[in-house]
């Protein structure tokens, strides 16, 4: 039993960030004399005197910073046993039960392609230009190293012997690249991606933001459409691939670009979809599980690791780190070394001209609207 006290005007953010435990083991708790016997969303506020009988292992949720002293010193009167948490921790122990139980080894996706791209077009695009419309200001101001020519660097510790003859990509790289365009002070072909290249350079344009690369048009999903197959060197997808339509295809695309012996590197913060409820564009979520990459949502599961392992080489670590307001976090950080080509049996569904066709109709289609 998870037991929320004081939860007050948080608990709209509650309900809204944390859904999946949002059911009949939540128990709300207040002092107010107002409040009590009120109920919120469905949840009634019952009085204190409810968690004297508790156990050990149930917890208690509690909302205030600035009171913590003063909340825990009247839990303490009711129950000296119940073990007492703070909001962040009490979200992310919530989340990390749904993802576990989310992630499994049997295969399961089927995808909804009009409908996925429908929704990626009319809600996720138009929150990611709203996010950087609000959030380049700030990101120019703090003289990013993007904006000006600099060494070609990598933010994760892998051994890689990258060299100025080397063709690399950045899938999905954003409005201002955060990946160098030199090595050893020579100038290398450096290309950064993404499907929102022309919101990103009139936002740019307007803010007068000087690249010393800009990104260019692709789409992951047709990404050998824009890059020929097996030219690359290095494939960098940074945090982006769980902003996919169909994930499995995109994957399935920047691994197509890279040689036999060349490199894709993956790194995402780990469940973003459960994370953010499935907003805007975290229609999925990139994991690991037992040293396994899992791509996942709530209706498809794919064990990348087991999937690929004849073709390519898939080293999958876990990274914790710190993000503020939000606490504890992990990166989920691959490398991916190319042993071979994807087996026709799995490109002849990936690569049919249907699919092809109904994706591009209905981009098309959906941006000539806007």
């Known amino acids: 039993m998870l037991y929320l006290w004081g939860i007050g005007n948080d608990f709209e953010d509650f309900v809204k960030w944390d859904k999946p435990i ?23 506020i019952n009085h204190p005197e409810i968690i004297e009988k508790c156990r050990e292992e149930d917890c208690i949720y509690i ?19 119940i073990k007492i948490v703070e909001k962040r921790e009490a979200l992310w122990e919530s989340k990390k039960r749904t993802i576990y139980n989310s992630m499994q080894n049997d295969f399961k996706y089927n ?31 703090e003289s990013h190293e993007g904006l000006r020519k600099r060494e070609f660097e990598y933010s994760f510790n892998w051994d890689l012997n ?18 160098g365009n030199m090595i050893n002070g ?61 994930i499995l295809r995109s994957f399935i695309e920047c691994f197509r670009t890279v040689k036999t012996s060349g490199v894709m590197l993956m790194a995402h913060l780990a469940s973003e979809g459960i994370h953010n409820n499935y907003d805007g564009l975290h229609k999925w979520n990139i994991d690991e599980k037992n040293g396994k990459l899992f791509f996942y949502n709530q209706e498809n599961c794919v064990n990348i690791s087991e999937m690929f392992a004849d073709v390519a080489d898939i080293k999958v670590k876990r990274t914790p780190i710190e993000i503020e307001g939000w606490g504890y976090r992990d990166w989920i950080l691959c490398k991916i070394t190319k042993k071979g080509d994807i087996s026709p049996i799995i490109l002849e569904k990936y690569d049919d001209s249907k699919y092809i066709s109904c994706m591009i109709e209905i981009l098309f289609d959906k941006l000539h609207e806007k």
């Not at 059911?23 to 949840?43: A, Q």
């Not at 077009?121 to 380049?136: F, N, P, V």
Request: hydrophobic share 35%; glycine share 4%; with cysteine.
């Open 162 to 179: 990258i060299t100025s003859d080397d063709i690399i990509i950045d899938v999905g790289s954003g409005p201002i690249p955060i990946f």
């Open 186 to 246: 020579k100038e290398i072909d450096y290309r950064p991606l993404d499907p929102m290249a022309y919101q990103y350079g009139k936002l740019n344009e307007y803010y007068n933001v000087k690249l010393p690369v800009k990104p260019q048009f692709a789409i992951m999903e047709l990404l050998t459409y824009f890059v020929e197959e097996k030219t690359v060197d290095y494939c960098i997808v940074h945090n982006a691939m769980d902003h996919s339509i169909d």
């Open 63 to 81: 909302t205030s910073k600035k009171y913590k002293n003063e909340i825990v010193e009247c839990i303490r009167k009711y129950n000296s046993k």
């Open 111 to 141: 995808i909804c392609l009009k409908r996925a791209v429908i929704k990626w077009i009319e809600q996720a695009l138009e929150d990611e230009c709203s996010y950087w419309k609000d959030t380049s200001p700030q990101y120019i101001a």
């Open 22 to 44: 949002m059911d009949d083991s939540v128990c709300l708790i207040d002092l107010s004399e107002e409040k009590i016997g009120t109920v919120v969303r469905g949840y009634r």
